[in-house]
């Protein structure tokens, strides 16, 4: 039991760093306008949340094979990696919004939106502290064990993602460059597969399952090498996106057309990052 542990706080914590990776290289990508500067600050909040949460979650496993199930330790970890998960989830829909809609205002409206639920959740974990360790084993089982008004929460905390990951997924077909092509669309069926695979279990009944914890973290390991082919891509797709960036920069040179710029766009509305992205050189994805 010790040992299947320590295995499945390894494999967890994998995730965590992998996702943590993705955020920190996304940290390091440049930009000019400052609003394109938060949304990607929002979106690398999306990365470290999650790998936050597996990072807790892979610790909670670690304290378990070492005999330590003090449900109060355990508790605190869970009610930490809700925070870290819901802070993720601000920042994911922040930065859809932005890409979609330009709107800098979305973020008091999610963070509001999620604190709510998280004091749903944090409630439900507190009433019944066994709780606790079905949030370690998955949310979808969290589904299964609590009640109708939980449940809805636990709803609630899943569909807007959803949605975003719809939106975001849809980019695949409004882009051009290679690379950001095989980032969305990796990204996406990543979130597909993540998201979808609790919703489903939850549905049918399987998440309630002893099969399910393994499967579920089979899904996980597809899922996180999906991410790392988007965000670390083979040199061929790389070569590809090089030469159609040469491509485009003849093609404009080519072209004597002045394209307008974020300051003669006036007001408080602002360009979509998603229409500056047809051009050259955005950061979506």
């Not at 819901?86 to 963070?111: E, F, H, K």
Request: include cysteine; aromatic fraction near 12%; charge should be positive.
């Amino acid at each position: 039991m010790a040992l299947s542990l320590l295995l499945d706080a390894a494999f967890i914590g994998t995730f965590g760093v992998a996702y943590v990776a993705v955020g920190s290289r996304m940290v390091r990508r440049r930009v000019a306008a400052a609003a394109d500067k938060r949304a990607l600050r929002m979106f690398v909040a999306w990365w470290w949340g999650v790998g936050g949460l597996f990072v807790m979650t892979g610790t909670s496993s670690a304290l378990r094979a070492g005999g330590v199930d003090a449900i109060g330790i355990h508790l605190g970890i869970v009610i930490l990696s809700m925070i870290s998960l819901c802070v993720g989830l601000c920042g994911v829909l922040y930065y859809v919004t932005y890409l979609y809609w330009g709107s800098v205002r979305a973020l008091v409206p999610y963070a509001t939106y999620y604190s709510l639920i998280f004091s749903v959740l944090v409630y439900g974990v507190i009433s019944e502290p066994t709780q606790a360790m079905a949030w370690v084993s998955s949310v979808s089982r969290l589904v299964i064990l609590t009640g109708p008004f939980l449940t809805g929460a636990i709803v609630a905390f899943l569909l807007p993602v959803i949605v975003a990951c719809a939106l975001y997924g849809s980019l695949y077909f409004r882009l051009v460059d290679p690379v950001q092509k095989l980032r969305i669309g990796s990204t996406s069926t990543a979130f597909v597969l993540w998201f979808g695979s609790a919703i489903l279990a939850s549905a049918v009944g399987f998440a309630d399952a002893a099969a399910w914890t393994a499967f579920g973290r089979g899904i996980g390991l597809v899922a996180t090498a999906l991410l790392l082919v988007g965000y670390w891509p083979p040199r061929s797709v790389r070569e590809r996106a090089a030469r159609a960036e040469r491509e485009a920069t003849r093609r404009e040179l080519s072209r004597d057309v002045a394209l307008p710029t974020e300051s003669a766009l006036g007001g408080r509305h602002r360009e979509p990052m998603l229409d500056r992205t047809r051009r050259r050189g955005s950061p979506a994805g």
